[in-house]
């Protein structure tokens, strides 16, 4: 078992837990509210009908006080207890629904998917590895992350080309980044490249060099 399916179940049971501690407390006030009313109704005395009063005469006035039976005020402590509970429980299933969620989303591997910009170099052709079939605008916008790709790019006729330099992501030139490789057949100079997991993006630029003008372009 996973840690999001246990997430899950924990975070079933605190919801359960929250709805029946709710209906209790909405029972306390009911009860709470029904004492309290009952204490404050003035209890009145009940006469049978046909009763007779007796009026007895003495010479000694004498007071009697009525003792009042205390008031029984309603015990509120359950109510505290249910309302405590209530937050423990909804602080529980706030607790769990996000950081199943965080969770959820961390397990996810997302590939962004690169978008192929060619930039200062024209005649930049992109080939499937495994085929060597060129991919279309459309193939070269789905390529993503972990993807083989051959990066060529064309050759000029009546030119003494001898190498080509490729360069992806990187704004200096380096002495790896030149390569001999030629398709006669495509009259391309290619290079391999991997496309890194965590590329959004691909700048390509390539040149190709002159024996006698050096590189073109500079």
Same mark, same amino acid.
């Given at each position: 078992?996973? @840690? ?6 924990f ?5 359960v837990?929250?709805?029946? +501690?709710?209906g =209790?407390i ?5 009860? =709470? ?6 204490a404050?109704?003035?209890? /009145?005395?009940? =006469?049978?009908?046909g ?16 003792e009042m039976?205390?008031?029984k ?9 249910? @309302? ?24 996810l ?7 192929? +910009?060619f930039?200062?170099s024209k005649?930049i ?5 495994? +085929?060597?079939?060129?991919l ?5 916008s ?9 990066i060529g790019?064309?050759? @000029?006729?009546?030119v003494?080309?001898?190498?080509a330099?490729?360069r992806v992501?990187?704004?200096?030139w380096?002495?790896?980044h ?15 490249y ?7 993006s691909?700048? /390509?630029?390539?040149?190709?060099h002159?024996?006698k ?6």
């Amino acid at each position: 078992m996973d @840690i999001v399916t246990v997430l899950v179940s924990f975070n079933k049971i605190s919801i359960v837990a929250f709805f029946i +501690t709710l209906g =209790f407390i909405i029972y306390e006030l009911y009860l =709470f509210r029904k004492e309290t009313i009952r204490a404050k109704r003035p209890d /009145i005395p009940k =006469f049978e009908e046909g009763s007779t009063v007796t009026s007895i005469q003495s010479p000694t006035l004498v007071t009697k006080t009525q003792e009042m039976a205390p008031v029984k005020r309603p015990n509120s402590i359950p109510l505290y207890v249910g @309302i405590l509970f209530l937050v423990i429980f909804g602080l529980i299933s706030l607790f769990g629904y996000l950081n199943s969620k965080r969770t959820v989303t961390s397990g996810l591997t997302i590939n962004p998917t690169p978008a192929i +910009t060619f930039v200062s170099s024209k005649g930049i052709r992109i080939f499937k590895i495994e +085929t060597g079939r060129e991919l279309t605008d459309l193939e070269v916008s789905k390529l993503k992350g972990g993807d083989r790709i051959l990066i060529g790019i064309e050759t @000029i006729k009546n030119v003494d080309v001898d190498r080509a330099r490729i360069r992806v992501n990187e704004t200096e030139w380096k002495l790896n980044h030149i390569t001999l490789n030629f398709d006669s057949q495509k009259s391309i100079y290619y290079k391999e490249y991997s496309i890194s997991s965590g590329a959004a993006s691909l700048k /390509i630029e390539a040149q190709l060099h002159s024996l006698k003008d050096g590189w073109l372009g500079d």
